[in-house]
């Protein structure tokens, strides 16, 4: 079936750091890939997405490249702030059936000053 | 502004009783879903419904009930038959025409007295 593979956390990292969340896919068609956040005691919000192959999505200095080659879609952001301290989850939607997307466990990013 | 709501944030259950989480969008969507988050196992598929008057089995749907009279509600109850309810459980929305994409409510937290 479907998954996603997310690096376990906690990543803990300095203000202004450089970070790398990385996530792999399995899918048996062409999905569509998503970032996710969830910061403390909220519901998840739409950080970024890709629909196909060496596309890159960006949103708040975070950016992904799709890469059908290696199945992979990781995270990156040059400089984290505090403020980006939260839990991350990458997932991927077939584009039929159900459209329900698949989850990774979710990784725990914590910055600090 | 358009979004989800869910109530209470907070919700406390006492053996053998069922609780019913609230969930009401304004965004005009089709289908909703359930979800439950336990700490470091990610998101996991309850009930979703596609459209008013039906729905469907996630992964986990035992123990937990669902209606969909509505458009924008989807209550969930969640039954004495489910023996450890205590989590933390998200509603989400998706449009018609762009179901992969997820919008989430902030989330209502379950505790057993």
């Known amino acids: 079936g479907d998954s996603v593979t997310q690096m376990e956390g906690p990543v803990t990292l300095s203000e202004e750091a450089f970070l790398t969340i990385n996530c792999t896919y399995t899918?048996?068609?062409?999905?569509?890939l998503f970032w996710y956040v969830q910061y403390p005691g909220e519901g998840l919000q739409l950080l970024l997405k890709?629909?196909?192959?060496?596309d890159k999505g960006s949103n708040k200095g975070f950016e992904a490249t799709y890469r059908k080659e290696t199945t992979s879609f990781h995270l990156e952001k040059g400089s984290v702030q505090v403020s980006d301290s939260a839990v991350y989850f990458c997932?991927?939607?077939?584009?039929?059936?159900?459209?329900?997307?698949?989850f990774g466990r979710g990784t725990s990013l914590i910055v600090h000053p | 502004d358009g979004g989800i709501t869910q109530s209470p944030k907070y919700l406390f259950r006492k053996e053998g009783q069922n609780v019913t989480l609230s969930c009401e969008q304004n965004?005009?969507?089709?289908?909703m879903y359930w979800y439950r988050q336990d700490p470091g196992q990610g998101l996991r598929l309850i009930y979703y419904?596609?459209?008013?008057?039906?729905?469907q089995k996630g992964d986990i749907a035992e123990g937990y009930s669902v209606s969909r009279e509505k458009k924008e509600s989807f209550p969930l109850t969640v039954t004495s038959a489910q023996k450890n309810p205590t989590a933390f459980y998200l509603c989400?929305?998706?449009?018609?025409?762009?179901?992969?994409?997820?919008?989430f409510g902030p989330g209502t937290r379950l505790l057993v007295l």
């Open positions: 989400a929305s998706s449009p018609g025409d762009k179901k992969e994409t997820q919008y």
């Open positions: 899918a048996t068609g062409y999905p569509s």
């Open positions: 890709a629909t196909k192959a060496d």
């Open positions: 997932a991927l939607s077939l584009r039929s059936g159900s459209y329900i997307p698949t």
């Open positions: 965004l005009n969507h089709d289908a």
């Open positions: 419904s596609q459209i008013v008057n039906d729905f």
